[in-house]
């Protein structure tokens, strides 16, 4: 049933744009060493030299090749985004089904840790632990995925709670099946919309989170990021007096602001009518 209503949503109009533009980077990100004409820390030629044969995008102001950074930029991303929505959708998940499905001790002792790790401030402990840990981009998706996971955890052990008291999970466990069994075949599969909202959202928060990590210098110097990218072309003095923002800037900023459309689009035509 789910395999079927995923295809028909995905041939919306929003659904096709949604999956063209991440297809796009996606490719981007799997060809980035075969299409860059450089390596990604490569100072290449001049400085800030403008768009040719040699430099589709031109040089930064240190030498880079700016069409290569691009490339290699959709590779961090994406791999944050990936690996992070993943992990906070497998451990918000589990902690919610398990906590909404048994309930009694067990559900308050989780929902107060949740409680807890949701009343901290998520923007200033990701910048003191970015700025404390090693600049890595497994520590950046460490840090993600630990404050990340509580809110998919709160929203699914609420719909878990009113799925268990559900007729068709009571005759269920009445049949004499057992937990395991339950939630498998009754509780998660009815979880889709939560599993689709989650992906989307923790893939947007990461994306946003890593390149506004690299801006502000808290992210890893060996990975290329749109964010690093955007940073050291305002730092230079004369962007905006010269056409360099077009090649440098602009690009960049695009590049982030597509993939998030791409997100958001797949993820409203994958929710539907659900």
Known sequence: MH???ISQRLKTPKGIAGLIILVFFIFMAATASLLAPYGPTDLSSQPLLPPDDAHPLGTDDVGKDIFTELLYGSRTSLTVAFVVSFGVLVIGTFIGVFSGYMGGISDRVLMRGVDIFLMIPELPLILILAAYLRPSIWNIIFILILLGWPVGARVTRAQTRTLRVSGHVDFARVSGATAPYVIRKHIVP??????????VMQSIRAILSESGLAFLGLGDPSYPSWGSMIKYAISYPMIF??????WWLLPAGTCITLLVLG???????LEGDY
């Open 263 to 269: 997100f958001v689009l797949l993820g409203q035509s």
């Open 241 to 246: 007096f010269s056409d360099a923002w077009m």
């Open 190 to 199: 009815d979880l889709y919309p939560i599993v689709v909202t989650t992906l």
């Open 3 to 5: 395999e079927k209503s």
